[in-house]
């Protein structure tokens, strides 16, 4: 929340006519964008997998929007600016993760998709298991997980409406959600797919023509990094100014954890032809070094900025790019990086509330024996009450909203990456594992961040709750599975097995 009081601070400098402008042309687009899916959304397929008619190109330029929310242009920079090159560990791993995932995850899952019909990711894991209770469980984790993380990225999405339009937080928050909403509600996922690729395609020239102007304002890298080390020769050493063990941490929760998100992985029932996947890995991962460039450099031209007295320390780590785009670009660029960061923000929205609403649409009712009639009315209405939700909790104290969002993707990762990741390409394992790994994942993440959050636990330094949660939750996994092994044979359906061995 806090990134954002540097541009309440300087309303005159952010409403600035061609900033204004740009962001306002932004919502025109997206609007746009959802008239046109509206039309074509005429059954619960399309609404929540976008009639499996997705080209790979758009798959990974909308992956890609999604799994990069706000805080690779505000967030991230901002631990760069603080921790160093250690802060590059979120990202490094993500290469090999767009590796992992279009071979041990997309295929399978596309594949399993189109042999049974599935449409979440919680279908997949209760048709690997035959489990309705683990289909039922992984349910219940995305729907606590989302309802924190869309308030988050609504309250940081009204904040950022009111300092360009002065519009007040409350308003803020209410239009942005009703923006975002208006498209998800009546396109479904097709009008979000196409959303993230026009959004994508934003951050991505955003973050390009940012990096030009940390270029030429720090003097290249070599003038960066010679103000950083005459000050701190420690800070663009191999652990930045983290403890080696924090960012090996990161490295293994966002590297691992990434097979866990839901609003990518949904995303690849929608490939149309699963034979374009060989180009996945190399499209996401361009995508990503392009859109990260903000990420590492305004981060690092700020420190060296700081370290060679030309500016202030900032007040706020979160500062960095709202400080670095209104001190040292354009007006027209300043507002393409707002743009972006609205784009950002509700592509990432956009996603969950497809997914909580499948979620409660399709997932939970099949966990209890039930079907719902009617799924696309339902799943509508199902994402109108989501967002009334979140967008009252952002509304509250800040520092509760952060706390219901930062839990977000350590509880995807500890409850989704055994059973489905690990579960589609091992044979091995059992119904018994994936429901204790849920379990597991779930009560651990809830649990510790709570305590945390309250201030009644700590782990020792360099250990995070995402990634013991994770650890514990993978080795339950393994071990349950292991004791329960003679049932693994019988629980596998026959197709299922053709899909894993394909």
Partial sequence: MTGWHLLQAAPAVVRQPVIIGIAALYFVVVAA?????????????????????IGIVTLAIAAMASTLSGFAFIGGPGLVYTAGTGAVFIVLSASITNTMGAWVLAKRMRLLGEARGLMTVPDAIGARFRSPAAQGLSAVAILVAVVGYMATNFLALGLVIDAMFGTGLTFGIWLAMLVTLSYTMT???????YTD?????????????????????????????????????TFLGPWGKMPALSALSLFFVFGMGALGQPHVAHKFYMLRNPRQ???????????????LLLYVGVGLVMRAKVAGGALPPLVRADDATPAFVLGFTPGAVAGLVFAGVIAAGMSTVNSFMNIGAAALTHDLPRAFGRR??????WGRAWTLVLS?????????????VAFLGIFGYGLF?????????????????TREGAVASIATGLTLTLGLETLAFF???????GVTVSGLALLLSLLVFFAVSWATRARAASQLDADVRMVMDA
């Avoid at 396109?187 to 797919?193: H, P, Q, S």
């Avoid at 290249?220 to 103000?227: F, K, T």
């Fill in 455 to 461: 201030k009644a636990f700590a782990l020792p330094t």
């Fill in 33 to 53: 964008i959802g008239v046109w899916a509206s039309r074509r959304t005429r059954s619960a397929r399309d609404f929540f997998v976008a009639g499996k008619g």
């Fill in 187 to 193: 396109g479904g996922i097709l009008a979000g797919v």
């Fill in 197 to 233: 690729l026009f959004e994508g395609l934003v951050k991505t020239a955003a973050s390009v023509t940012v990096f030009w102007f940390v270029w030429r304002a720090g003097g290249g890298m070599e003038g960066i990094s010679r103000a950083i080390t005459a000050v701190d020769a």
């Fill in 388 to 400: 009334l939700a979140a967008v009252l909790l952002a509304q509250l104290p800040g520092t509760l």
């Fill in 372 to 377: 719902v009639g009617e799924e696309l009315r």
């Fill in 413 to 429: 990762a500890a409850t989704l990456v055994p059973s489905l990741a690990i579960g589609l390409n091992w044979q091995g394992a």
């Fill in 277 to 291: 996947l060989k180009w996945y890995p190399l499209l996401m991962s361009g995508a990503m070094a392009l859109t």
